[in-house]
C-alpha cells in the first residue's frame, strides 16, 4: 500500500525543538521530492517547506527560514521535519506530502500523509 504516516508531533513549549518523522511505504522516497505543509485552525494550508530529489532544499515560507530544517535518511525511506525555536504560531496540523517535484505552492502534493497534529504553548 502506497503511503506516508507521519509521527512525533505533541505538545512542546514555545521555543522548544521537535522532530516529525514521515516514514514511506510502497514506493521509494528517493527520487521524489517530500515536503511538509501545514494546516492552523481556521486557515489555509500553508508549505512549510521542501526539499528535491536533489537535496536542494526549497523553503516555501519565511516563517520556515532559519528554524526549520528537513532531512531525509534514503535508507530508511523516511523523511524529517526538524523544528527548532517553535513559536506559538507554529501549532497545526502537519502533513509529510511528496510529488515528482516540490510544487510552486507549497502544498498541491500527489501523495500526503494523514497528519499530525503540533502544538506550541506560549
Known amino acids: 500500500q502506497v503511503q506516508l504516516v507521519e509521527s512525533g508531533g505533541g505538545l512542546v513549549t514555545s521555543g522548544g525543538s521537535l522532530r516529525l518523522s514521515c516514514a514511506a511505504s510502497?514506493?521509494?522516497?528517493?527520487?521524489?521530492?517530500v515536503g511538509w505543509f501545514r494546516r492552523a485552525p481556521g486557515k489555509e494550508r500553508e508549505g512549510v517547506l521542501c526539499?528535491?530529489?536533489?537535496?536542494?532544499?526549497?523553503y516555501t515560507g519565511d516563517s520556515a527560514k532559519g528554524r526549520f530544517t528537513i532531512l531525509r535518511d534514503n535508507a530508511k525511506n523516511t523523511a524529517y521535519l526538524q523544528m527548532n525555536s517553535l513559536k506559538p504560531e507554529d501549532t497545526a496540523v502537519y502533513y509529510c506530502?511528496?510529488?515528482?517535484?516540490?510544487?510552486?505552492?507549497?502544498?498541491?502534493?500527489?501523495?500526503w500523509g494523514q497528519g499530525i497534529q503540533v502544538t506550541v504553548s506560549s
Open positions: 506530502a511528496t510529488d515528482l517535484s516540490c510544487p510552486d505552492d507549497g502544498y498541491e502534493y500527489d501523495l
Open positions: 510502497g514506493f521509494s522516497l528517493e527520487n521524489n521530492a
Open positions: 526539499i528535491g530529489s536533489g537535496d536542494g532544499t526549497q
